[in-house]
């Protein structure tokens, strides 16, 4: 995880995070280590915009104890939480209409996610993958971007440095850019891939009425991991008709 602090004002910054892919990791160590580095990144920005007296470096320690102990508090939240057993049984399912079978209707809020690829580790053995492809729209020169783009809930937009272009065309530069976000889970031949687009989750989609959705495939669908990563990767994808996973809660929780 890569965090990068922007200044725009004298007072204020925007916290840039970008989470480069990672393939066939522990999950819980990924997922921890990012929470503990998010923690301490707040805590310190907290104590210097209140001025703090002393060294950041003197209440180092005692940041991080704070952020283990928050840290291991969350973990317990998400071992906790409770995984719809039709998910847990997709790790025996050895076939795709079983799979399609079990995950109609489905919904899983950001923690069961969490939760189900923590159980997919701990109790099936599966690794963890993420990979993020961002496309903007064919024409645009990324150039004359600024920094930092912002639109706000009013269509007002921010923006942090230069740029030749208008409002409206920000604007559209936001609105227009295709993002898909994947994880991936691995045991040896076996493979579970549930991926989202940020249409999906600003309710751009049509499935449901705009409901914020996954998709879902395995290893039982026919096609190679190799093309299903190629093809997420692309600008557009094209894998058919997959299930979908209705994503309730987005937004509610810090998940």
Known sequence: MKIIKIPFS?????????????????PVKYYGESFLQMHLTHE???????RFPFPIQSVNRLLVDRAIDNWDERFKEIMETKVPENFLTLFTSDSKKEQIKLLRHQNLTPIQ???????????FGYTFSQYTASHHHSGLNTDILPTVIEVQNDDTVIKVGSTTLSDG?????VEHRKVIISKFLDRGPNWHCFFLTFNSIRRKESWQDGQPH????????????????????????NLGSLPHIGLIGYGDDNS
């Open 10 to 26: 004298k007072t204020g910054y925007y916290r840039i995070i970008t989470s480069p892919d990672v393939e066939r990791v522990d």
């Open 44 to 50: 310190r920005d907290l104590l210097l915009l209140y």
């Open 113 to 123: 996610l969490i939760a189900l690829i923590f159980h997919a580790w701990l109790k």
């Open 169 to 173: 065309q920000l604007r559209n530069v």
């Open 214 to 237: 996954f998709h879902y495939l395995s290893d039982k669908f026919g096609i190679s991991r190799e093309d299903v990563v190629t093809q997420l990767r692309s600008k557009n994808y």
